[in-house]
């Protein structure tokens, strides 16, 4: 299969199985079970994609690994509908539609996020069957990434850079955080899904690592080029040039393809992602 081939049947099986988890949130409180499920519509999967191929790539089933994907999409749409919030980057939109707070108010909106986040833990806990110590491994590489080591802090240096001129470096250092960490956390949980060695966890996560920064950039360099969305915010480009934006995403797309050496003639998806955005950038 092709890479478009490959993230399409997993975005449907995720999907799926998000829609299946929405029908059972908060039965009874019809608004939180909205917004909720109203979080988790759209979107590329490519996080939770990342977690199946990586998990399938090694000889584990999807259905398998799918607890933990669906615990990664879970997440980064919490993360989104708090982003959005007027207290943080204040987005009226988001996947091509209102903001989840513009839509059910700020105050359900927060909540729906905060009932994300807990909600992914259960997921991973309970879903599918993999085994206690694999979950509990899985638990604590998603919660790492989610909180203050990762996405939390990467949030606090976002909130920071607001109205200021910190420098590259402290941008580079947000993406690493917000962006950078959970992909980390999703390469990463498809190897423990799979029971890989740890060197092969160890090279899955520093993939998503490199590859979740460069994502952001390549991000912030096709926003400047379609020009369909001003540039407002603190980004790398505006931080520092387009020029060492491309640059620094090209060395970490390469970082991302050298990091896999441990998987020896696997992880196919990893390398096709990376290349396809390199294939961007040129």
Not at 13 to 23: H, S, V
């Amino acid at each position: 299969m092709s890479l478009v081939e490959d993230l399409e049947r997993y975005r449907l099986l995720l999907d799926e199985a998000l829609c299946q988890a929405t029908a059972h949130y908060a039965t009874g409180v019809e608004s939180l079970k909205d917004a909720m499920a109203y979080a988790v519509e759209g979107g590329k999967r490519l996080r939770g994609a990342t977690v199946l191929a990586v998990a399938e790539d090694l000889g584990c089933g999807v259905q398998e690994a799918l607890g933990p994907a669906l615990a990664v999409e879970m997440v980064h749409a919490y993360s989104l509908v708090h982003d959005d919030l007027p207290c943080m980057d204040d987005d009226e939109f988001r996947r091509g539609k209102p903001s989840c707070h513009k839509r059910y108010g700020e105050a359900v909106a927060l909540l729906a996020g905060d009932a994300l986040l807990t909600e992914a833990f259960e997921v991973m806990a309970t879903y599918g069957a993999l085994p206690l110590d694999r979950r509990t491994l899985c638990v604590r590489t998603l919660a790492h990434a989610a909180g203050p080591g990762g996405m939390v802090a990467g949030q606090v240096i976002d909130l920071a850079l607001e109205g200021r001129k910190l420098g590259p470096d402290a941008v580079t250092l947000m993406y690493s955080l917000k962006t950078g960490a959970l992909f980390g956390a999703a390469a990463k949980l498809g190897a423990l899904a799979a029971n890989a060695r740890e060197d092969v966890q160890k090279a899955a996560e520093s993939w998503g690592k490199s590859f979740g920064l460069a994502f952001q950039i390549v991000d912030d360099i096709d926003d400047l080029k379609q020009g369909g969305k001003e540039l407002v915010k603190d980004t790398l480009v505006k931080e520092s040039s387009l020029d060492h934006a491309i640059a620094l995403a090209r060395s970490t797309l390469d970082e991302s393809l050298a990091a896999l050496g441990p998987f020896g003639g696997k992880g196919r998806f990893l390398r096709e992602l990376s290349l396809n955005y390199l294939d961007k950038i040129k």
